[in-house]
């Protein structure tokens, strides 16, 4: 084993994967050689490994390889040929089990350990941090070696020496990320698998997520990698997340951040919810794509429950929200034609200014945003804008060709802007008097988010369509739907629209699994007493860079006094651990997971309110 390392290449990082940890004599003096001197070295260990020919109880080389690294004991072991390891560089992180001559040993040649007491008293972030300023000491590189028996072994069982009460898997996984960006790492090494004792494969996950985590890109090079090979339609904050869980993502340096984004809207339940990875996982191995040229057994029960729980007679599945909306539009388009009358090819739409309904060129073509429209023309005719707020404008636009009034309750993208009191009542009596579909996209307001299921119901208003997304795929997968009664979605015959993928048996299994969480759990209530709170809290803080507080239910918008930035804001935030971005009219977003408790949204505001009083101009 040293020979071989020793001859690998100067900048190659091995990973080592082996049983008994004897085999690190081989790995680390092999480091050794290769590099010309001996590495600091971090040896995560339930045991110290450091018995020597004289000390030991069976004889067995298991017990010696440590002792024997430091130079001591077993010739076999010891004169492995390289350099010996510097003790004062040495050290060992998790151990709870020794006989007294190996930590007499060890204290007496000044290696460092971090015993199991310590780390629970100081937590293994602080620990593993001063451990590889120990074996970083010098500079010129270093290794960790992970004795698979240091972790808990009712996670990790399948170990030779199982000792109770050891690490958390997780937390070692995250404190491993930490030597991505150290560019002084010469090895891993990960030993004492049994695999015969991991009958479910368990340890031999869990030993290749130690892996990944530990060698795996830095953020700095997968930002580059993104920036090389992707397209440069969207310009990212300098984060790169690796997992989430509920209301927290993590970086892939291990850093934590509450998440006040949730993807737009879309992550309502939290990252990762039991109940919907469940459902993910389950309808994945049973069937995931049948198209719609058969039936599956999966999207009836989704419809039948999309229909009861937001009262409408059918719905038509599709996958993202912009195909929702286009479903929608021809909907309407075809009704106009067929149902009320509109001569072919005359059909209008009304849209509203600052409205942000997705990035098609159809839709584009409603929008007000400069940026959204230029380069993209021409777009399709029949498409009208008016003032949102403003139902006296709407009913002024609306001619005998008009079909339909597409409009967000509250407009997300557009700024966070909630309209003015009786706004949408009045325009849903509008368009009943004018014979225009009404037609609400809640793709990004609906499920709860505005302290409601739907953000219409604010205003007791029953759409003639409604438009839903983001929350319906549960943050896990596209899932969106058209909903509307017979009278408008029968103007779709076979072969009028589809999609191949809309209505996945998987997308129709979590949609269910959605639906029925939302009738359980009624996350608009949590949505609506935390958003009150939120926005109070803000507004008693008396920032002067705050222009307004506003929104519903926890869809909240802080828009910013010009001479400030949003963006900029947003940029702080990130250094303070708060994920969130800015929107239109310099807007500062804040749309936590509806699962937040009160507690933890309390913290985030507080540095929310901290960031924005010292916020630079
Ligand atoms: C109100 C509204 N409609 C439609 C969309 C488009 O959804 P998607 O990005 O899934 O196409 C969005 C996205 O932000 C939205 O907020």
């Known amino acids: 084993m040293a020979d071989r390392i020793a001859a690998l290449a100067a900048d190659a990082v091995p990973l080592v994967l082996g049983g008994d940890h004897a085999v690190a004599a081989g790995t680390w003096r092999g480091i050794a050689r290769r590099a010309g001197h001996a590495p600091g070295l971090v040896w995560v260990d339930a045991h110290l490994d450091s018995h020597t020919a004289t000390t030991t109880h069976s004889g067995n080389i298991h017990g010696m390889p440590l002792a024997a690294l430091l130079g001591e004991g077993d010739a076999a072991l010891a004169g492995v040929p390289g350099l010996p390891l510097d003790p004062a560089r040495t050290c060992i992180v998790g151990a709870r089990a020794w006989e007294p001559e190996e930590r007499q040993l060890l204290e007496r040649l000044g290696v460092r350990i971090f015993d199991m007491a310590e780390i629970a008293r100081r937590g293994l972030t602080a620990v593993f941090r001063d451990a590889l300023a120990i074996a970083r000491a010098q500079g010129s590189g270093f290794g960790l070696s992970l004795d698979l028996d240091a972790l808990d072994p009712q996670a990790l069982p399948a170990v030779t020496c199982p000792e109770a009460s050891g690490l958390d898997p997780r937390e070692l996984a995250d404190a491993l990320l930490a030597l991505r960006g150290c560019d002084d790492f010469l090895a891993l090494e990960i030993v004492e698998y049994r695999p015969d004792l991991d009958a479910d494969g368990r340890c031999a996950r869990w030993i290749a997520e130690f892996a990944a985590a530990a060698l795996g890109p830095d953020g700095a090079e997968l930002r580059d990698k993104e920036r090389r090979h992707g397209a440069a339609n969207y310009a990212p904050l300098p984060v790169v997340f690796q997992r989430g869980e509920g209301v927290w993502l993590w970086d892939v340096a291990g850093r934590r951040y509450l998440d006040m984004m949730s993807a737009y809207s879309a992550v309502s339940f939290g990252h990762g919810h039991p109940r919907l990875v469940r459902a993910l996982t389950e309808q994945a191995q049973r069937l995931a794509l049948t198209s719609r040229a058969f039936f599956s057994d999966r999207l009836p029960v989704f419809l039948e429950r999309l229909c009861a729980t937001f009262g409408y007679e059918r719905a038509l599945p599709v996958n993202t929200g912009l195909e929702a909306v286009e479903t929608a539009l021809k909907a309407a388009r075809k009704w106009g034609y067929t149902v009320k009358g509109i001569a072919d090819g005359e059909a209008e739409v009304i849209a509203c200014d600052g409205n942000f309904h997705g990035r098609s060129i159809t839709i584009v073509g409603f929008s007000s945003h400069r940026q959204y429209r230029d380069g993209f023309g021409p777009f399709p005719p029949g498409l009208r804008r008016i003032p ?66 739907l953000a219409c119901e604010h205003e007791g208003v029953r759409p003639d369509g409604l438009i839903l997304g983001k929350a319906l795929g549960g943050g896990l997968l596209p899932v969106s739907a058209f909903l509307a009664d017979r009278a408008v979605m029968d103007v779709f015959r076979p072969g009028d629209h589809g999609s191949t993928f809309g209505g996945n048996p998987l997308a129709a299994a979590v949609g269910t699994e959605v639906l029925a969480l939302l009738a359980e759990t009624r996350p608009w209530e949590n949505a609506e007493r935390l958003g009150e709170a939120l926005r109070a809290q803000l507004r008693t803080a008396a920032l002067p860079c705050v222009r307004e507080v506003r929104g519903r239910g926890l869809l909240v918008g802080v828009e910013l006094d010009p001479a400030f930035s949003a963006a900029r804001s947003a940029e702080c935030l990130l250094a303070r651990g708060i994920a969130t971005r800015d929107t239109n009219r310099n807007v500062l977003r804040l749309a936590p997971p509806l699962v937040i408790d009160e507690a933890t949204l309390r913290e985030g505001a507080d540095i929310v309110a901290d960031t924005l009083s010292s916020l630079p101009r």
């Open 388 to 453: 949102y707020g403003d139902a006296d404008a709407l009913e002024a636009a609306i001619t005998p060709r008009t079909a339909a009034f597409l409009v967000e309750p509250i407009q997300g993208e557009g700024g966070i802007v909630v309209p003015p009191a009786g706004y949408l009542a009045r325009c849903a009596e509008i368009c009943r008097r004018h014979g225009v579909l009404l037609i609400a996209d809640e793709v990004q307001t609906g499920l709860g988010r505005s302290g409601r299921l």
